[in-house]
């Protein structure tokens, strides 16, 4: 559903911006201005989606149980806390550690036999 409503809003505004193009140049212009002023509304907006997100998740880990698996048991480990049903790690503001990714880089490097 979210993705249609996006389609839908970015297919409205590019009529919008192609109708504006011929018939009042300024008003293009002006869509693009504001396009990238309205960059730091977005961040604003994901930092309170991400501060949200994580005292949810303080709250569940608090209350025994994990906010990825929705089970647990939780059991903390010094501040953070570590799931013992699906293993994931979470900090202690309640944000979720991901593990560490092997980088390309290493499978590279040649080992000698
Ligand atoms: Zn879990």
Known sequence: MYAFAAFGAYALAFVVAFVCVFTF??????L????V???AFVALGRDALQAMERWMSR??????RCPQCRM???HPRGPAWACRGCGADFA?????ELP???SEDASLVAVPD
């Not at 202690?92 to 979720?96: E, F, I, L, N, W």
């Open 25 to 30: 140049p300024l008003g293009a212009l002006a």
């Open 32 to 35: 693009v201005v504001l396009g």
């Open 37 to 39: 002023l309205s960059l």
């Open 59 to 64: 709250r569940w880990l608090r209350s025994g």
């Open 72 to 74: 647990g048991p939780v």
């Open 92 to 96: 202690a503001d309640g944000s979720q």
């Open 100 to 102: 560490e990714e092997p």
